[in-house]
Nanobody, 127 residues
Framework: QVQLVESGGGLVQAGGSLRLACAAV????????MGWFRQAPGKEREFVAR????????AYGSSVRGRFTISRDNAKNTVYLQMHSLKPEDTAVYYC????????????????????WGQGTQVTVSS
């Protein structure tokens, strides 16, 4: 069974940076892709970024493109989200997700495209 464990959240001033990490722990598993979503209070969950594990192609939500970068470390079974130029509107709980089964049509921008989720990590950006 796969467990996703996020880390790296916290409080940062506007304009600052944070790096989130999501480690996949447990038995060896194959994953097709991984992504980050976020949910702010009173709002729906929003796609942030995703990466295909093979090949490493990436996609980003329009609100974070150019400021956030998703990457992976195969050896550590870990995906990262580097966040720069943070804004108060980036304040949310950030969730890591994994797509475990292959799917040639997988786009990875909808939450129903993922099989496993982490517990979330809080990111708060102060103005």
């Amino acid at each position: 069974q796969v467990q996703l464990v996020e880390s790296g959240g916290g409080l940062v001033q506007a304009g600052g940076s944070l790096r989130l990490a999501c480690a996949a722990v447990g038995s060896t598993f194959s994953r097709y892709g991984m992504g980050w979503f976020r949910q702010a209070p009173g709002k729906e969950r929003e796609f942030v970024a995703r990466i295909r594990w093979s090949g490493g192609s990436t996609a980003y939500g329009s609100s974070v493109r150019g400021r956030f970068t998703i990457s992976r470390d195969n050896a550590k079974n870990t995906v990262y989200l580097q966040m720069h130029s943070l804004k108060p509107e980036d304040t949310a709980v950030y969730y890591c997700a994994a797509r475990l089964s292959p799917d040639s049509l997988w786009v990875g921008i909808r939450d129903d495209e993922y099989d496993a989720w982490g517990q979330g990590t809080q990111v708060t950006v102060s103005s």
